[in-house]
């Protein structure tokens, strides 16, 4: 273990994080179900309501390249911080929106709070987290934040229900980023010293000379760029982050409502059956994924999710009945999960000393742009060949995956030794 971390209130760091999790997703879960639906209020065009589910994604697709450095100038608590107060005032805002424009607005404002907030987590998280016990970690993060997503919506339904106010849940999710600003302030600590010194790891991007214009060697640069992303692992925690942030963006977001809704032909009742089981999979898979990958790595949780994925988009394409459908959900969930777990610990192991904050900064814009593009990408696909085709694509994606989740699994333990070395 890091020596650093003797007499560091390493335990309140990280169960803050899981009650901040559980506060956050819970709010955000009330509100996500009825933004739509204050939208179409507020202008009467469907596709314009899309438009104000996908704006936070470009909202943190541009401040996560910035983000980084300012965690590692700063400090992770402060500007951390900043982010949680944004993404509060701008959540209650969405609640008082008196026109769709400035809703538009006030979700692109929402979505930078969620950046910076996003980043500086992920980067605490690697701070305190060992070789022994970072999987277990980020697989409870994980838990906590399922957990929010079953609860929120209900909670949010219930309160609409009940006052007949459809701007209530958003003032739920603001009270849940109050109850996190308020944890950040009085019971968080600082924890950039903990990474303050430059490690082993090489660094996550490497440049090479320019030594022509010539088509040949702007080939031969861009070769050897990605391989050198590829080397420090960083190319793959991006497309890990893109690849599960695609699914939750265009799976149960957006195919799989007017899937189960035009081609299964089955109630509205039944979809939100359907959309709780993928939560209640990825809770399932969330605190044994955790420690699967303590004890057996990266690759245990990365295989088989992006194998479970890629099978269960491809069964979900033949048109199942609500039980099949049900249990394809629920896989779908549990997939999902896993590939994120193995994700974020292998992220933490090739994190670099010093440079945290820009490394966590960038591959969560990765998945912020999967958020960003991945509706209208997908959509299109759907459009012009089938709703089936959308999941093909999807799947194939996952696929692809699986033997980057084998190498990683070699990858990983590398800079896990290297950095132990330092320490000793």
């Not at 560091?8 to 901040?20: A, D, K, L």
């Not at 934040?145 to 609409?160: D, F, K, N, S, T």
């Not at 793959?236 to 982050?241: D, E, F, K, N, P």
């Amino acid at each position: 273990m890091n020596p650093e971390l003797a007499g560091f209130p390493r335990r309140r760091v990280i169960w803050s994080h899981y009650f901040m999790s559980f506060s956050w997703t819970l709010g955000m879960w009330a509100a996500v179900p009825v933004i739509p639906i204050l939208s179409l209020r507020l202008n009467e065009n469907i596709a314009l309501a899309g438009l104000v589910v996908s704006i936070g994604g470009g909202g943190r697709f541009i401040v996560s390249y910035i983000t980084g450095p300012l965690l590692d100038r700063l400090g992770r608590r402060g500007v951390g911080t900043v982010g949680v107060f944004i993404r509060m005032v701008f959540s209650f805002l969405e609640g008082i929106s008196p026109t769709y424009v400035a809703l538009l607005g006030f979700r692109f404002g929402s979505g930078i709070g969620t950046s910076i907030w996003g980043a500086a987590q992920q980067t605490m998280i690697a701070d305190v987290a060992t070789p022994e016990d970072r999987g277990r970690i980020t697989g409870r993060k994980q838990g906590f934040q399922q957990i929010g997503a079953i609860v929120g919506p209900v909670l949010g339904g219930a309160a609409w229900a009940i006052t007949g106010d459809i701007r209530v849940p958003f003032f739920i999710n603001g009270f849940s980023k109050l109850a996190c600003l308020l944890t950040m302030l009085f019971v968080m600590v600082e924890t950039r010293h903990l990474s303050a010194a430059a490690g082993t790891n090489p660094p996550m991007t490497q440049r090479p000379a320019k030594e022509s214009r010539s088509l040949h060697s702007r080939f031969s640069a861009m070769s050897n760029g990605i391989a050198a992303l590829a080397a420090t692992g960083f190319l793959y925690v991006m497309i890990g982050m893109f690849a599960v942030n695609l699914l939750r963006a265009t799976v149960q977001d957006l195919v799989l409502p007017v899937y189960v809704e035009e081609v299964l032909g089955l109630a509205e009742s039944q979809l939100g059956i359907i959309i709780a089981a993928m939560g209640v999979g990825g809770l399932i898979t969330s605190f044994g994924g955790g420690w699967a990958t303590d004890r057996w790595g990266v690759q245990a949780v990365l295989v088989p999710g992006t194998l479970m994925a890629a099978g269960g988009l491809l069964l979900t394409a033949q048109e199942p009945g609500l039980v099949g459908m049900v249990l394809l959900a629920t896989t779908l969930g549990a997939a999902a999960s896993l590939v994120m777990i193995g994700t974020q610990a292998f992220a933490i192991d090739v994190s670099p000393r010093g440079a945290r904050g820009r490394f966590f900064g960038q591959t969560q814009a990765a998945g912020h742009f999967a958020t960003l593009v991945g509706p209208f990408a997908i959509g299109g696909i759907a459009d012009l060949f089938g709703l089936a085709a959308a999941f093909y694509t999807i799947g194939g994606i996952f696929l692809l995956m699986t033997p980057m989740g084998v190498i990683m699994g070699f990858i990983g333990p590398r800079f896990r030794q290297s950095e132990h070395a330092h320490h000793h």
